[in-house]
């Protein structure tokens, strides 16, 4: 069964703290990406990466880094985590054309991280 | 105005009825995605569609590219059928996807 694992299903960190959520994905994926889940404002793409190395901003960047050293894991960073970053964070992956030749997206389970 | 409008927010249904989910989008698309999202947050996709019609098991979606509007329909809902429905759109080669707010559904025994 393909998938999509991220790390941690819960955190819990304190203002300030360097955090660290990991995504791995089996699927030799190209694509991998990383949202936050709000009330009220649905999914926020943060950033997403379509190769090893590559990257690009997604709407929300700012306050977050992301790593991709291995084409199977996706690493989000909040650089100095703040009380607004608590949230939902899911990770997604698919396929280079996915959209051509009908391939979805796979979902991690997520990972609600509270900064206090 | 927010460019995927799903209507309702919010729908609750006695088991066996019939649901409809709507979705409306004000861009041009090159995918639509229809995704479940149960209580613990994790997501799973139901349908993409670029045109017409998809059926899996009592699930089908639609698309009317003319009228920037999608259905997701649940034939003989279930409780187990409680869960977010989020749509969201594929702009062109762009691979970021726009999302819904998504619709809350409770389908009571």
């Known amino acids: 069964d393909v998938k999509v694992t991220q790390s941690s299903r819960y955190l819990v960190k304190r203002t300030g703290e360097k955090v660290f959520l990991e995504c791995v994905q089996d699927?030799?994926?190209?694509?991998m990406f990383w949202y936050r889940q709000d009330p009220g404002l649905g999914l926020r793409l943060i950033y997403f990466?379509?190769?090893?190395?590559?990257?690009e901003k997604g709407d929300i960047p700012e306050g977050y880094s992301v790593s991709r050293e291995k084409k199977e894991r996706f690493s989000l960073i909040l650089e100095s985590a703040s009380t607004n970053q608590t949230s939902m964070y899911l990770c997604?992956?698919?396929?280079?054309?996915?959209?051509?030749?009908?391939?979805?997206?796979?979902f991690g389970s997520g990972t609600r991280l509270t900064v206090v | 105005k927010n460019e995927v409008e799903q209507s309702p927010q919010n729908l609750t249904a006695q088991e066996g009825e019939f649901i409809t989910i709507n979705c409306s989008y004000s861009?041009?698309?090159?995918?639509l995605h229809w995704l479940q999202q149960h209580p613990g947050g994790g997501i799973v996709s139901l349908f993409m569609?670029?045109?017409g019609k998809k059926k899996h098991g009592r699930l089908i979606a639609t698309i009317n590219i003319q009228e920037k509007h999608s259905s997701l329909h649940i034939t003989a809902s279930h409780p187990r059928d409680s869960a977010v429905y989020i749509c969201?759109?594929?702009?062109?080669?762009?691979?970021?996807?726009?999302f819904g707010k998504g619709t809350l559904l409770t389908v009571n025994p």
């Open positions: 990466s379509y190769d090893v190395k590559m990257k």
């Open positions: 861009v041009g698309i090159s995918a």
């Open positions: 997604a992956s698919n396929k280079m054309g996915a959209a051509q030749v009908g391939y979805g997206y796979t």
């Open positions: 969201a759109v594929l702009r062109g080669s762009n691979y970021k996807l726009t």
């Open positions: 699927m030799d994926h190209e694509n």
């Open positions: 569609l670029s045109s």
